[in-house]
């Protein structure tokens, strides 16, 4: 540690490390209910695990500006210190542009897995692929910002540096521009499903947390505004390192946690369970009207109804099982064994008739009986 830490660096150190422990805490939490509840790890999971790799890595970058003087002045700086924080804040920039490319692309992988309709498919691809080439070159960018790449941080040396504002701002631009696209993405899709109004909100409500990472590409826009018009740099890049550093975490926060609803679910069953008060019910009115099969004539009615309670049933339903047709598949997971809390049965009986009561009642009895006999769990 250096005595060149200042208090503004170190505050932006500090908003650094809550995010950067709470993503990892939330891509932890991911990574267990895919790979050990759900068992259905994919590449969405792999890639979100290389972006928070490179999250990691520029929180080590930030840690290297900030005991190497970011926050204090440049005049007071020596040249050899000066000369390691300027080339840990150029690393940086390529490492949190690759941590974000990633995470988008981590959320498009996990949209093609979850759609399975052509044409979001396709448009998936689409995206997935403008992704890749902007990300080469934004990465490319980054890094060879200057020629040679030591002019960066001595500008003294002869040769050539792109605009770093016009760099730098283009490349926002294009960020939220995403943003927006994997937003709105899912919203028709999830808006025709075959459900509740609640629940349709609820999964509506889910895909759009995404809208997070745009408010913040739009909030580090001023940040970003100040250091490329600094003549200070050492000074004016506390607020851009720290509002990168939220983006990136905010970014793998919003894409993980629609896979962490299964174990929210076991954790909080009675909050996020997609079913109501732990139990189904099914009511079934099968229905005799006119001549009977033993007295010849009279009218009788029975409803039945059945109430379970399965921790997890069939009829629970996840991103996964979503089809084409924009309904749920019940087919496509195999019913969880969970223990069973119990059946109620209801059964109401009405009886109109001439002759042989009592061979009716006890007829109605016994069908009454098969029916709950066929319909049990």
Same mark, same amino acid.
């Not at 995470?103 to 759609?115: A, D, W």
């Not at 826009?221 to 050492?234: A, E, G, M, W």
């Given at each position: 540690m250096t005595t060149l830490s200042t208090t503004r660096g170190k505050q932006a150190l500090?908003?650094?490390?809550?995010?950067?422990?709470?993503?990892?805490f939330i891509t932890a939490v991911r990574i267990f209910?895919?790979?050990?509840?759900?068992?259905?790890?994919? #590449?969405?999971?792999?890639?979100?695990?290389?972006?928070?790799?490179?999250?990691?890595?520029?929180?080590? &970058?930030?840690?290297?500006?900030?005991?190497?003087?970011?926050?204090?002045?440049?005049?007071?700086?020596?040249?050899a210190i000066y000369k390691t924080q300027m080339i840990c804040f150029w690393a940086s920039v390529p490492i949190y542009q690759?941590?974000?490319?990633?995470?988008?692309?981590?959320?498009? &992988?996990?949209?093609?897995?979850?759609?399975s309709m052509?044409?979001?498919?396709?448009?998936?691809? &689409?995206?997935?692929?403008? &992704?890749? =080439?902007?990300?080469?070159?934004?990465? #490319?960018s980054a890094w060879a910002n200057c020629v040679p790449l030591a002019k960066f941080w001595d500008p003294s040396i002869p040769g050539f540096c792109f605009d770093k504002k016009a760099l730098w701002f283009s490349n926002s631009a294009i960020h939220i521009l995403t943003d927006i696209l994997i937003l709105i993405y899912p919203m028709p899709v999830l808006k025709s499903l075959q459900l509740p109004k609640k629940q349709k909100f609820a999964l509506m409500a889910v895909f759009a947390l995404g809208?997070?990472?745009?408010?913040?590409?739009?909030?580090?826009?001023?940040?970003?505004?100040?250091?490329? +018009?600094?003549?200070?740099?050492?000074?004016? +890049?506390?607020?851009?390192?720290?509002?990168?550093?939220?983006?990136? +975490?905010? #970014?793998?926060?919003?894409?993980?946690?629609?896979?962490?609803? =299964?174990f929210l679910s076991k954790l909080l069953p009675h909050i996020f369970s997609t079913r109501s008060n732990g139990y189904r019910s099914r009511t079934t009115r099968p229905s005799h009207m006119g001549r009977s099969a033993l007295t010849g004539n009279g009218n009788s009615q029975v409803m039945a109804s059945i109430v379970g309670g399965h921790n997890r049933s069939q009829y629970d339903h996840d991103l996964d099982d979503l089809s084409p047709s924009g309904s749920f598949n019940s087919y496509t997971k195999e019913p969880m064994k969970d223990s069973f809390t119990g059946i109620k049965v209801t059964t109401n009986v009405t009886l109109e008739s001439t002759?042989?009561?009592r061979t009716i009642a006890n007829d109605e009895v016994g069908s009454t009986r098969e029916l709950v006999r066929k319909t049990s769990f």
């Open positions: 500090a908003v650094s490390i809550v995010f950067t422990t709470l993503a990892t209910t895919r790979a050990f509840l759900v068992k259905q790890m994919g #590449a969405d999971d792999y890639v979100i695990l290389v972006s928070l790799a490179f999250s990691w890595a520029f929180f080590g &970058l930030l840690v290297g500006e900030v005991y190497h003087g970011m926050g204090e002045h440049y005049a007071v700086i020596p040249a690759t941590s974000l490319i990633s995470t988008k692309m981590s959320i498009l &992988l996990q949209y093609k897995r979850v759609f052509p044409h979001m498919r396709l448009a998936c691809w &689409l995206l997935i692929g403008f &992704l890749g =080439a902007y990300g080469s070159w934004t990465i #490319a809208g997070f990472v745009l408010i913040t590409s739009v909030l580090r826009l001023q940040s970003l505004l100040v250091i490329s +018009n600094s003549d200070d740099p050492t000074y004016d +890049n506390v607020g851009a390192a720290a509002w990168s550093a939220v983006e990136c +975490n905010v #970014a793998i926060i919003c894409a993980c946690l629609p896979g962490t609803r =299964a002759a042989h009561p």
